[in-house]
Structure formats: C-alpha cells, structure tokens
C-alpha cells in the first residue's frame, strides 16, 4: 500500500469537484447566497469526514465513487454546523480554516442562511446514493438526519453551550463529544460503508471504529487548542480556555489528555481487526490524525 | 359538501398529533432544544400547508393519511423558516403567531439550532411518505429539498432582505413571492398529491394552483400589514413600512393590490377547473384565504 498523502490529496480532489459539481455557481441569482456557500465550503478544510466516507467504502471492496454523494452530504453537513457554531449567538468566532468566518464576510443574515442552505442540500446530496442490495435510497437519508438531528449534532452544541462556565463531569465532556463530533463522523463511515453494500458484521465494525475514532479526534481537538497557535489551526487558539470550556486537558491534565487519545485510537483500531475487508487506508487515517501537531 | 370550518378543525388536529408523535417529548436531553422546537410547531399557526396537503391528497381520492407526514414535514419547514426569519440578524421581529417569536423565549443560539433542527426534522417525516405506483420516497425528499433550496425558499428570503429600502419592480417582487412564499405552498400541494400518485395532468393543474394561490396569499399578507392590527395578525402589524419593504400596496396602492388578490385567487380557482378530481375542499380553502379580513 502506497503512501497516505498521495492518497488523501486524490479523494480531496474528487470531493472538491463533486461539491463544485452540486453547488450552483456564484453568478446563481441571488448571487450572495452561492458565493456564502462556496466561501465555506471551499475553505480548504481537512475533508476528514468524506475522505473517511470514500476510504470505508473502498475497504469493503467497492469503487468509491459509490459513495462519492454521501460524501459531499457529510462534508456539506458539517460545514454547516462549522458555519452556524460561529455565530456571535454561539461561538462568536472570527477565524476558521484561516480565513475569516462567515459571518466576519457576508454578514449573520447571510450566513445562518448559508447555513441553512448546505443543510438542506446535504440532503439532496445523501438521496443521490445508488441503492444496493441490502439498503435503499432513504435509508441513506434517515442514517444522515439522525447524525444530524436536536439529540446528536444540534444535540451536542446545545449541550456544549449550556455547559459553558460550569463543572462537568467526564462522562458528561464524553456525551457532548459523542453527540456533537463522533455522530456524523460515524455516520460519514456508516454511510461510506452502506454505499459499498456492508453486511451487518461489517457495518457494526466500522461504526465501533467511527465513534472510537470520533472520540480520539475530539480529544485531540482540545489538547490542539492548547497547546498549537492560532496560525497552525486555522482557528482561535486557546479559545476554550475564554469561553469556559470543559475539555480533557481540563479535566484529566495534558498528559492524561494525550493518554486518553492514545487509549482511543487504540480502541478504533482495534475495531477494524475484525472488519472482513482491507482496512489498511482507515488504519493509516487513524494513525495520521493521532500525530497532528501537539 | 358540508362547511369549510369544522373540516379544517379536523385536518389541524390530526396534523397536531402527528406532529407531536414526531418530535421528541420536551423533556427529552438537552431539553431546551425541544422544548423550544415544541414552542414553536404548537404556537397555533393556521397550518395552511399541511391543510392544503392533505386536502390535495383528498381531491385525488385517496386517504389524506398517505399524505400525513408530508404534511408534518412542509410544516417543519415553514416553521424553521419562520424562526430564523424572526430573528434579530434579520427582521428582527418579536411576535410571530400571537406569541412572543423563538428567541425572545429561548435566545437567539437556542432559535438558530431549534430552527437547523425543524429543518432536519422535515427531511425524516418526508421520508416516510409511502411509495406510490409512479413515485418513490425519494421523490417526495427531493421535491421538498428543491422547495427549501437557495433558489426558492432561503433565495427568497436572501432577496427580500436584499430589497429593503429599495426600489423594486413587480416583476422583481413578484420572483420574491414567488421564491419566498410560492414555492413551499406549491410543494405543499404537489406531495400531497404525489402521495396519492397523481397522474402528471393532475400534479400540473394542482401546482398550477399552488403558485397563484401562493401568490394571492402573499399579496393579501401585504395587505393585512397595512390594514390590520397587531392583535389581529398575531404578528407585528405594519413592519413592512418601517423595514422599507417593498409591497403590493407599495406598488400599486392599496385597491390596486387587492384587485391583484382577487385576480391571483381567480387564476388559482381556474386552475382547477380541469382537475381531475374533487377540486371542492381546495375551493373553499382558496374562498376562504381570500377572505381574510381586510
């Protein structure tokens, strides 16, 4: 098996292009939406959640372009969320994926119906997926509407809003981040693996493996907001700190942080040990999200 | 055909109860979200869509129960629209359906995520619409996904706050309408009657009907803007003047504009006249929004 990066920058590509492919073009009359949505979505984010989309379907053995619309939905999806989370109602931030946020360009009008947008095409995006023997075109739709629905992604940010300046307890940090991170990139796998027509056995696998991986990635996200600067996140450094966030770092030290990281990576690896296909990419991915700068 | 009023009653609390099996109970974690969601769907909107949904469903001979839950999900959809419409980064209103509006209650992170969540809630009630000879579940997900795009519903909604405090054409305003109002009500009618498998004559005269009625609605919201109170409305009266909008009476004084409402209601009335089917519900539906006090 090849090298990661070389592999990555291929699926990136193939996502830019079928998001560029869905969005209507700048010039679409009223011309502030289309370009409010573009602005986000062609921020240059990492595209982890559709890479892990197109890369589960792959380690069962399908093409990828089989699930290439489901990747776009998860991508659209989240970008949505990234765009409303950074609202001065909410998150109230300036930066993201370095560039300035939304609603710091285009204005919160325009940007909490940006927002609304990419949600609404997410679906259009997930309906696309080609039916296979085990799963039809809706199931694909309700898998994408409960990763996103007021007890899972909308479910998380309320929490994480709610617990803003206040004590909670580890099991508590670890709720929010099952609802708010963990649920659409599990869901980015599900649907990956569905598209590839997943048996039960293997579908059960690649969840354990998503929520597990979902956690690490979470985990890691707060030690990164300590302990990078703001010109290697893309984002405000050190902002969960201000906002009276209550992260592992907090909770459990650095050190216990990073341990917990670890023990979690472990756990999604171990999940794909049972997984009757080639998990070799997912390892690889986990691996690499595991070493991000910190 | 017996009386329009009790009629309605019944299709509004066979809507309200479905709807109320849909969404979580208030007490479901995190309770602010559903609750606020909750406060918004049971704050005693006319239900004029899913009324004209199911009664669509009606006119093609069907059970309106195949039509019950894309009835719910139009509903979802105004409803979401409804609260990210009212908010303070937009028009920034405090009183929607004789109640203070979402985030006057719950803040304005609380109205954005309540809103995302009606939003995401629709897609799943849509998706339960049965099959039918000629459509299948994606067909109702897609037709309600094109509704609430970028290029009606939220377009619609991005060139009215566009417009404000400028000098517009008909014809400009009329695209507003068309996009903003039009299309949902259009969409409403045409699931209900996809659920009862329309034949592609009969969903052509029911969405020919759909746009003007949609239009004449929204000529008559204009009016009543000018000529009714707050109490009435349940609404803020006159917030059409003060935001610079441009308006029907605006354009063509105010006997101007409700002899446009009478010629749209007539336009929508002719439609029917070749269905293909018992248009008589559909009638009165359209009698009656007419004849809104004015």
């Known amino acids: 098996m090849s090298e990661l990066k070389p592999y990555l920058t291929d699926l990136i590509a193939e996502v830019d292009a079928a998001l560029d492919r869905y969005l209507p073009a700048e010039n679409t009359t009223p011309e502030t939406i289309h370009k409010a949505m573009r602005y ?34 998860v991508e ?63 199931d694909f739709v309700r898998e994408l509407a409960t990763a996103g629905n007021s007890q899972h992604l909308i479910g998380g940010q309320v929490m994480d809003i709610e617990a803003e300046g206040k004590q909670i307890t580890r099991e508590e940090l670890a709720h929010i981040h099952d609802t708010k991170t963990a649920a659409l990139l599990t869901t980015s796998i599900a649907l990956g693996a569905m598209a590839a027509d997943a048996s039960p056995i293997q579908l059960s696998c690649l969840t354990r493996f998503g929520r597990a991986l979902g956690h690490a990635f979470q985990v890691i996200d707060d030690i990164l907001d300590v302990t990078a600067d703001t010109a290697t996140l893309g984002k405000t450094a050190g902002k969960d700190l201000v906002a009276e966030k209550s992260t592992y770092p907090a909770l459990l030290g650095l050190d216990g942080a990073k341990a917990e990281a670890q023990r979690l990576t472990g756990e999604a690896l171990h999940a794909l040990d049972e997984l009757d296909g080639d998990a070799t990419r997912l390892r690889q991915i986990a691996d690499y999200l595991l070493k991000r700068e910190y």
Do not use: Q
């Open 76 to 138: 659209s999806m989240h970008t949505y969320s990234l765009i409303h989370d950074d609202l001065p109602a909410m998150d109230d931030d300036d930066l993201r994926r370095g560039r300035p946020t939304n609603h710091k360009v285009f204005g919160d009008a325009i940007a909490i119906l940006a927002g609304d947008a990419l949600l609404n095409e997410s679906f259009v995006m997930v309906s696309r997926t080609a039916k296979t023997a085990r799963y039809h075109g809706l």
């Open 40 to 73: 986000s979505i062609f921020a240059g984010g990492k595209r982890l959640r559709p890479v892990l989309c197109l890369a589960a379907a792959e380690a069962l053995g399908a093409d990828r372009s089989v699930a290439i619309h489901a990747a776009c939905a």
